[in-house]
């Protein structure tokens, strides 16, 4: 069974910085593109960035210039660096891994992030 770890959720000041990480098996590292979704009650999962295994990424307007992912091949893992954060970046955020060609994704079990005074 695919097991995606996450980490790095908690409560972060608006303003402050934040690091998710997401450590995956090995196989699904190397072949899956790995990538940042996040959600609230209501609203749909939406796509924060996502990265190819080759290292390319993608980046949203609503968080462009702000949220970064980056990946550690010899760890399997990849992060997402979150800076200048807001309240409305509050949310669950999942880390998932897309098989580039068929319709076959994981997930994690998510990691809230709270972004309050």
């Known amino acids: 069974q695919v097991q995606l770890v996450e980490s790095g959720g908690g409560l972060v000041q608006p303003g402050g910085s934040l690091r998710l990480s997401c450590a995956a098996p090995?196989?699904?590292?190397?072949?899956?593109?790995m990538g940042w979704y996040r959600q609230t009650p209501g609203n749909q999962r939406e796509l924060v960035a996502g990265a190819t295994g080759a290292g390319n990424t993608k980046a949203p307007d609503s968080v462009k210039g702000r949220f970064t992912i980056s990946r550690d091949n010899a760890k399997n893992t990849v992060y997402l660096q979150m800076n200048s954060l807001k309240p409305e970046d509050t949310a669950v955020y999942y880390c998932?891994?897309?098989?580039?060609?068929?319709?076959?994704?994981?997930w994690g079990k998510g990691t809230l992030v709270t972004v309050s005074s």
């Open positions: 090995a196989s699904i590292f190397s072949r899956y593109t």
């Open positions: 998932n891994a897309k098989h580039p060609v068929y319709d076959i994704n994981y």
